[in-house]
């Protein structure tokens, strides 16, 4: 038994879907008649469908999956250590610069993971990432492009974040590297230690001991570690 339904499951994946909602019980709360509901959405699969697309509209002026808390906590570091981003004679200095930049991304890292977390709007859009195969052909290529839409928000606010910070410290990204591009990895860095967190995988949670902004030891998660080199690798100083 195991053996076929492993096959079966081969030939079509598994999915996640909204079918258990049932429209008998949605239209007894509305309190609307029957006849009302179904020409409004002519049936459960289209009711199902405008419901993703629902949750896939932003709330409020950030895209979903942006952190406004780890931006705070960059931005604070970044106004604490802000003599060290400029020399005497008032022009930038690129090594403090980069101390600076890796100091916020130690602690701004740690909350934007735990926020990732933490989002609702995350976890709902990526349960309708996985659960779109399970719709209709008909209804699919609406959601689709509604998950598109979201994500390349994300990406484009990201990338303007990045780009607004990177120019503030004197970097630019390496020839062929996009803002775009810093802002998609950085992202799947985020995430992917967010879901592996989600299903209890305790490597996720490790920390290791590292030079801070003074050279004394300090802890720095992983996530953060990984993202300090990601963003030394994909730019460079002006």
């Known amino acids: 038994m195991l053996d076929a339904a492993t096959v079966l499951l081969e030939e079509g994946g598994i999915s996640v879907g909204l079918h258990h909602l049932n429209m008998e019980e949605l239209i007894r709360r509305v309190g609307v008649p029957r006849s009302s509901a179904f020409a409004a959405f002519g049936g459960k699969d289209e009711l199902l469908t405008a419901l993703m697309l629902r949750l896939l509209e932003p709330d409020g002026p950030h895209a979903?999956?942006?952190?406004p808390g780890s931006n705070d906590v960059a931005a604070a570091t970044f106004t604490r250590h802000a003599d060290r981003l400029v020399r005497a004679d008032g022009t930038l200095?690129?090594?403090?610069?980069?101390?600076?930049?890796r100091e916020s991304i130690r602690l701004s890292l740690a909350r934007n993971v735990a926020d990732t977390m933490q989002s609702t709007q995350w976890r709902t859009y990526m349960a309708l990432s996985v659960s779109v195969e399970s719709l209709p052909p008909v209804q699919r290529p609406r959601v689709q492009a509604a998950l598109r839409a979201a994500e390349t928000a994300f990406l484009q606010q990201m990338g303007e974040l990045y780009r607004s910070v990177l120019e503030y410290l004197g970097r630019r990204p390496a020839e062929g590297v996009t803002y775009l591009?810093?802002?998609?990895?950085?992202?799947?860095?985020?995430e992917g230690m967010a879901s592996k967190r989600l299903i209890?995988?305790?490597?996720?949670d490790s920390t290791v001991t590292?030079?801070?902004?003074?050279?004394?030891?300090?802890?720095?998660?992983v996530t953060a570690l990984a993202f300090a080199a990601m963003l030394d690798g994909l730019t460079r100083p002006v």
Do not use: C, K, N, Q
């Not at 209890?200 to 996720?204: E, I, K, L, M, Q």
């Open 200 to 204: 209890g995988v305790t490597d996720a």
């Open 210 to 221: 590292r030079p801070g902004l003074d050279g004394e030891p300090v802890e720095w998660e």
């Open 64 to 67: 979903l999956g942006y952190s």
């Open 93 to 101: 200095d690129p090594e403090g610069a980069a101390e600076v930049m």
């Open 181 to 190: 591009h810093i802002a998609a990895v950085g992202a799947s860095l985020v």
